[in-house]
């Protein structure tokens, strides 16, 4: 089975850090761009963070560049994201999937999605 799966989600309060971690099952993630999107109630997924199969290219929307950084470990079939500053605007939850097309945020181009991890970011 095809599938990845997220962990690393958690509450934390404004300003503060999580480290996501997505690992591939049943698949080489080597072979595929990987991006991070969230979801929050009542809202469409939308694309935080995307990386090259190479780490050549990374791609962040400007709600979250300079605070989250993308990075993979091709031989731990992983790609991790770091996410700094956090505001309750970052609140969701967060899955990763993969890519055949270039790196890009829209969601319709990923497929082998996860279950998700909630990342809660509140006072």
């Known amino acids: 089975q095809l599938q990845l799966v997220e962990s690393g989600g958690g509450l934390v309060q404004p300003g503060g850090s999580l480290r996501l971690s997505c690992i591939a099952s049943?698949?080489?993630?080597?072979?595929?761009?990987i991006g991070w999107f969230r979801q929050a109630s009542g809202q469409e997924r939308e694309g935080v963070s995307c990386i090259s199969h190479s780490s050549h290219t990374t791609v962040y929307p400007d709600s979250v560049k300079g605070r989250f950084t993308i990075s993979r470990d091709n031989a731990k079939n992983t790609v991790y994201l770091q996410m700094n500053s956090l505001t309750p605007e970052d609140t969701g939850v967060y899955s990763c999937?993969?890519?055949?097309?270039?790196?890009?945020?829209?969601?319709?181009?990923?497929?082998?999605w996860g279950q998700g991890t909630q990342v809660t970011v509140s006072s």
């Open positions: 999937g993969r890519t055949v097309f270039g790196c890009n945020l829209y969601a319709g181009h990923f497929t082998s």
């Open positions: 049943g698949f080489n993630l080597g072979s595929y761009s």
